[in-house]
């Protein structure tokens, strides 16, 4: 990912997905949105599951699902620079936003609330 800056340009794909969705999501009483790594993210619950980084989309999903689109070369596990990813969450590329809405209704499963 080029940008060393968290949030996503003005304007991208992922900032458009993003501004989008969010206000569908927000529709949920139990989503709500908190800063986190200088973006803005949504949590259910208290649990984040989802937001924009540079030019990908961050989504919190099972473990199989993130090795999966690893595999497929669509997502790289997130790691905000700790060098230590996670294993249930995947920055999806914007090479793969066809799979984006899919991604983020099961970010808001996997995260409950």
Known sequence: MPSSKPAPAPG???ALFYAE??????GDPSVTEKKMFGTTALCAGGKVFLFPWRDALVVKIP???????????????????HRRPGK??????ASASDRWPELALAARAFAGG
């Open 12 to 14: 991208s794909a992922t």
């Open 63 to 81: 473990a199989a699902q993130v090795q999966e689109l690893v595999t497929a070369g669509a997502a790289e596990p997130f790691d905000p620079g």
């Open 88 to 93: 249930t969450w995947a920055a999806v590329y």
């Open 21 to 26: 969705h969010r206000m569908a999501l927000l």
